[in-house]
């Protein structure tokens, strides 16, 4: 369905950042209110397929890049049809198996041009409703100081390397920080963040898809910059890295990352808020930002954003 389906006249340009389900399910909701949008892309995914790619052709990890573009495909048959195409898996235990299909298309495509223009093509050929960058010029890695990892001495720090071991660990992360430290943002990525008229942070796993973008110093620096409205988006329950965590710490943990940091908006589902809310609001407003309260959250309660909800709060928000 089209923005202009849904009754908007105006189509606002946005920036959402992000990766994996959580900037997946922002995309999908996204691209029902706009088509003036761009996916700016965590790329320190070390682990399955994209990182088996990465480690033999020296890329970026495609995955997350896969996974947003697929969310931008569109709503008629054929798009959808290529999205599915583009998450589809070869099976069986040869060399081919457990790589994405999308994932492939990329990285064979990076051996021809650059990665931009790379994924510019597979944006063009699926139809896409919006633009997927990078969020760094070159692939990172996710390095982590946490508690409670080694049971023989629990108040000890350790330090852990690679996404998928942090977005996996049962320990406290406390700090993450990126390898190799002050890498370069994509220019067309710092160009997308200060022609925006909102920015979107969020949802996903905190400290390896949410976070990571105000690490990279160029980045944090459009962020701050920007003339755009930012949106702070929550995600539904505490899990993985930030098991134990009240909604309050998500965004002490955001400022503790990047302290000069500003917010208009943070929003967030009733449910997820209900016993923290006087903490949540009173945080949001030391960062500058409203708390929005909203229903986004799939009627079946399964911790997963509707984007049909997401779409009406975002719409809301904008004054669409």
Known sequence: ??????????????????????????????????DRLTAVVTVADDGGSSGRLRKEFDILPPGDLRMALAALCGDDSQGRLWAEILQSRFAGNGPLGGHAIGNLLIAGLWQKVD???????????????????PMSA???????????????????????????RVASTRAEVTRIRLVPQGPPAAPQTLQA?????????????????????????ELADALIQTRAKRILTMNLRPAGETS?????????????????????????????VADDRDHLEGYAHS??????V????????????????????????MGL
């Open 1 to 34: 369905m089209l923005a202009a389906d849904l009754g908007f006249d105006r189509r606002p340009a946005v920036a959402a950042l992000g990766g994996g389900h959580g900037l997946y399910a922002n995309l999908s909701a996204l691209r029902r209110i706009t």
């Open 115 to 133: 990665a931009v223009t790379g994924l510019d093509m597979v944006a063009s050929l699926l139809g896409s409703r919006g633009r997927v960058l």
């Open 138 to 164: 070159v692939p990172l890695e996710i390095e982590a100081d946490v508690i409670g990892y080694d049971p023989l001495h629990p108040d000890e720090i350790s330090v852990l390397r690679g996404q998928a």
């Open 193 to 217: 963040i200060h022609e925006a008229e909102w920015v979107i942070l969020g949802p996903g796993s905190w400290f390896t898809s949410v976070i990571p973008h105000l690490l990279v110093p």
């Open 244 to 272: 134990g965590f009240t909604p309050s710490r998500h965004l002490e943990a955001l400022a503790e990352h990047a302290p000069l940091l500003r917010l208009d908006v943070v929003l967030a589902d009733p449910r997820f």
């Open 287 to 292: 960062l500058g930002a409203e708390l929005v």
């Open 294 to 317: 909203a229903e986004v959250a799939m009627r079946d309660g399964t911790p997963r954003h509707d984007p049909l909800r997401l779409a009406a709060a975002y719409a809301e928000i």
